[in-house]
């Protein structure tokens, strides 16, 4: 159960709370919730540490958690933390002898401690400096010291020995400063370097050194001679540079410098050399304490600290170390820190007590140690944040330090040792620097908190949009939640449309593809802007220079469309996109459009709308949508009907001349035209073999009209097989007649079978070609070749009246004699002009009953041989073997029925009908079903004696 006294201790650390209204919710216009619980525990917590020292203590050091505590018992403790109840008592006594201890000094690792006695009454030596190693129990006096108070040690942060210090610095009461190496040789404490030191440079005059003093030692200058009140040094990591830093009661050293052979000792004296003859540069505050402190604060475990606090009287000054900035000063970005006047609960501190005895550096953070409690206050605003009252039970505070290892800071008073426990102190660093308008570092130290972010965000939105930069304002608007109408609105009033693009585009980059209304809602507004910004460039384009922004403002939209977000949603959304483009008349941006989403439909549209036919042609060839070519061919035909004939025949086999046909037949009431046309046509007929009658047909139909010479080609190249054309021939026949191809007109009605009629026709042109009809006719109807012959032997005879040409005429006809065309001729005509004729025909008819004598012997002959082949077939006969088997199973022939044939093939009569099914066609296979059937039923009627054949078995 938890005393009493432990409840008072806990309720009287006092914390800042981080926030108002602890227990409320803080939901935000973002739409983060933030649920602030009240029992949030405190930055820093003070733990008593369950110890009870056997008297007073006097001082504490601690490093890389190793505690030694010196009591008023001249009894010094050594405590490792990690093992708290393995303590050492080291007794003192002995060394102290009307002498009291004025300082420990514990080196970083804890390996080394230094003790300073200083005489009570002033008796000599007034001062002396003892060394204690951590693996002894036994105090070594260093001799050469004696005399001098030591108030500061700069320990070697670098050293990694546990038997020696390394170079360290000593600073004492009168403002000098030694350089010497420490450490445990046996039972001897060994300071050699310090020997050599002294013995090398016996006579060595340092920087602002006074003549009266002889040896290595270093004088600060002041003519006061103040104690050295601190002092460290520190080498830059990754070079040879060193810093050391001195603090007396009133002012800030530094000494920079590079160590040239870091084997020369004194090793530190190499710097100090450098400011010889130098005037002395410093920092300097008012400060009538009898003391001042110097603290560090080390991000690492080692390392070069990364900031500095100094305590006087005025306060604290802070500052940020940086060795590359200046290299005269590293201590950058100096600020003082007052210490506060109030405490947490309201009420006054006295002036009296208002300077600290001591302090500790944290990240954030400086602790503050009085008399009777400590304060907590923040280095970035100076706020104070935390108070801790102590009670009278523990006696009066003593000091405060820090682990400059492990950072584990510790108090105590004159009987009771606490530990603060730091959570989380950067909590509120932030807030801290958003209000500082540090907005980088504030973003920092969010952790990633969603909320804080959104909160730094606004703020420096905000203060951008107030210092009028706008663009970069809406670049960090777009990252936050806050209203996107609001933002938006802003951005209006203040007619700021670049910045508005610029928050929209921010905005539509952090959407996620399901976000689909609002991707769409921030490019169709976008896309307005930019037809308004151009739409007002165009208007008032009177300059190179409104030029030059035009451009540049068409290279943004073009880049803004190339954008894969926008452009899906313009795909999704075309025909809003195409109408908001085409209500501010910008065509151009259309076309552009377009041809980057392949609407190639809507580009040609758009370049035959601004009568540019050769650029719409152009694209037309260009893509690859064939549907396009049948669509726009009819227009871009009458406008450039060259070009476009040509774009059309480059094409080939991609397009369908049937499909084309249309525009074409559109443009063919100009020769000019129709010519381009007939080229097109004629590509597909010659070319490309193309089969459609219809293009057959709109062919023949421009022959006919234009180019009447082609019509006897094309029509032969067709051939005279009317299953073969390709064209309509009564179409052709019709279109010929119209334009009095005569001769057109005799092919195709041959084509028809028109005989008569062809051969009429030709008959108007000259005989030669009714001949040729004539000679047309298969050769099997000779009826028909002999009807046309006598029609044209009838127009030779009574039309010409020509015997002569008449009787050559029967030479070159076979099929007419001349009792046929006879009757052509008048009655007046004298027989001498056909004796010849006569003759030849009596002599024909005469040789022909000769043939038909001789076809009549033959033919008997025949019949004769015949009827004796039968009579001996009746007699034959076929002998059948025992061993004889089944010329398709092989198996012997007689053990079932079987058919021998003739040739001499015998088979089983089911293998011979096995082998015949499946060569017989479906009829023959019905046939072979009844023949079977019937010989079933012949082979249960009583048997036949009659003989019908005869075989000899044997």
């Known amino acids: 159960m938890t005393s009493m006294f432990d409840q008072y201790e806990r309720a009287s650390q006092r914390s800042k709370p981080s926030g108002s209204d602890l227990m409320k919710p803080d939901i935000s216009t973002a739409g983060f919730i933030q649920m602030k619980l009240q029992d949030e525990e405190p930055i820093f917590t003070r733990q008593r540490v369950n110890f009870k020292p056997p008297d007073n203590i006097l001082h504490l050091a601690v490093s890389s958690n190793f505690i030694m505590i010196a009591m008023a018992n001249n009894i010094i403790l050594r405590i490792d933390v990690k093992s708290p109840d393995k303590k050492e008592e080291i007794d003192i006594s002995k060394y102290v002898t009307n002498m009291k201890l004025s300082g420990l000094y514990l080196d970083p690792l804890g390996n080394h401690l230094l003790i300073t006695i200083v005489s009570k009454n002033g008796d000599s030596p007034p001062a002396d400096l003892f060394y204690l190693h951590r693996t002894s129990t036994k105090l070594k006096q260093a001799g050469k010291f004696r005399g001098h108070e030591i108030t500061a040690v700069a320990w070697n942060f670098a050293n990694t ?54 040896g290595l030692v270093f004088d600060i200058g002041e003519e006061s001679k103040p104690p050295i009140t601190g002092l460290a040094f520190h080498k830059v990591p990754y070079s040879d540079k060193y810093i050391i830093i001195v603090t007396t009661l009133i002012r800030i050293y530094q000494y920079m410098g590079t160590i040239s052979n870091p084997q020369e000792k004194p090793l530190l004296q190499q710097i100090f050399s450098k400011y010889l003859n130098i005037k002395e540069r410093f920092n300097q505050l008012e400060n009538s304490l009898p003391y001042s402190r110097m603290q560090f604060y080390y991000p690492g475990s080692k390392g070069i600290p990364s900031s500095f606090g100094w305590l006087t009287e005025t306060g604290i000054l802070y500052a940020e170390i940086d060795p590359k900035n200046d290299p005269d000063n590293v201590l950058v970005n100096q600020e003082m820190i007052c210490c506060p006047e109030t405490s947490l609960s309201g009420s006054t501190v006295s002036r009296t007590s208002v300077a600290p005895i001591n302090f500790v550096l944290t990240k954030f953070h400086a602790l503050l140690l009085y008399s009777d409690h400590v ?5 970035l ?53 958003m209000d500082k308008s540090e907005f980088g570092l504030a973003k920092q130290y969010c952790k990633d908190n969603p909320a804080h972010v959104d909160q730094v965000l606004v703020k420096e939105a905000e203060m951008l949009f107030k210092n009028k930069e706008f663009e970069k304002s809406a670049m960090i608007y777009a990252d936050t939640h806050s209203s996107f109408e609001a933002i938006s609105l802003k ?16 905005k539509l980059e952090g959407l996620r593809p399901q976000d689909k209304t609002q991707i769409t809602m921030i490019v169709v507004w976008l896309v307005e802007l930019f037809m308004y910004q151009m739409g007002k460039l165009r208007s008032n384009l009177i300059s190179h220079n409104h030029n030059s922004n035009l451009i540049e403002l068409q290279k943004q939209f073009d880049s803004f469309l190339c954008t894969p977000t926008v452009e899906d949603c313009i795909k999704k959304n075309f025909s809003t996109i195409y109408k908001l483009m085409a209500s501010h008349g910008d065509k151009d941006n259309l076309i552009r459009l377009t041809i980057m989403h392949k609407n190639y439909e809507e580009v040609i549209r758009q370049h035959i709308y601004k009568n540019n036919y050769l650029e719409a042609l152009e694209v037309l060839k260009s893509q690859g949508n064939k549907n396009l070519f049948y669509q726009f061919s009819g227009i871009l035909v009458q406008e450039l009907p060259k070009p476009t004939i040509a774009a059309l025949i480059s094409q080939g086999v991609q397009l369908q001349p049937s499909k084309i046909l249309p525009a074409l037949v559109s443009c063919d009431s100009d020769e000019r035209h129709a010519k381009e046309v007939i080229k097109y046509l004629e590509f597909c007929v010659y070319k490309q073999s193309c089969p459609d009658q219809a293009v057959h047909n709109f062919l023949l139909s421009l022959y006919a009209r234009y180019k009447q010479d082609e019509v006897m080609r094309y029509i032969g190249s067709q051939g005279q097989d009317i299953t073969m054309v390709h064209y309509d021939v009564h179409y052709a026949l019709r279109l010929c007649q119209e334009a009095g191809l005569t001769e057109a007109c005799v092919q195709l009605s041959a084509l028809l079978g028109l005989w008569t009629t062809a051969v009429d026709l030709a008959l108007t042109i000259n005989v030669d ?36 040409q008449a009787m050559e005429f029967l030479q070159q006809c076979d099929l007419v004699r001349i009792e046929d065309i006879l009757p052509f001729f008048s009655d007046f005509v004298t027989i001498d002009h056909f004796k010849d004729a006569i003759c030849n025909s009596l002599q024909e008819y005469n040789q022909h009953i000769q043939d038909l004598k001789e076809e009549m012997q033959e033919a008997t002959k025949s019949a004769e041989i015949i009827r004796k082949d039968i009579q001996a077939f009746r007699t034959r006969c076929t002998f059948i073997h025992v061993r004889d088997t089944c010329n398709s199973c092989q198996v012997q022939l007689l053990l079932r029925p079987f058919y021998v044939f003739p040739c001499g093939h015998r088979f089983h009569n089911d293998c011979l009908i096995s082998v015949l099914t499946p060569l017989l066609t479906t009829e023959q296979q019905m046939k072979l079903t009844d023949l079977q059937r019937q010989l079933t039923m012949l082979s249960k009627k009583p048997e036949d004696t009659t003989s019908v054949g005869s075989f000899d078995v044997r």
């Open 161 to 214: 020995s546990a038997t020696t210090s390394g170079p360290i610095l000593l600073g004492t009461s009168k403002g000098l400063i030694f350089e010497t190496e420490i450490g445990l040789d046996g039972d001897k404490i060994f300071n050699t370097s310090l020997e050599q030191y002294w013995k090398q440079l016996p006579n060595y005059l340092p920087l602002y050194a006074s003549k009266e003093v002889d």
């Open 375 to 379: 304060k907590g206050i923040s280095l």
């Open 381 to 433: 605003n100076q706020e104070l944040i935390f108070e801790d009252i102590y009670n009278d039970a523990f006696g009066k505070l003593v000091n405060i330090t820090k682990d400059p290892i492990t950072g584990s800071i510790w108090a105590y008073t004159e009987r009771a040792l606490f530990k603060y426990k730091v959570t989380k102190e950067e909590r509120n660093v932030w807030q801290i620097y």
């Open 491 to 506: 951005f209006l009033q203040e007619s700021q449309i670049e910045a508005l693009k610029t928050f929209l585009k921010k």
């Open 769 to 804: 070609l009714a001949k040729q009809v004539a000679a047309m006719p298969s050769h099997h109807d000779n009826e028909l070749k002999k009807k046309l012959w006598l029609k044209i032997a009838e127009h030779v005879v009574r039309e010409r009246n020509d015997i002569q």
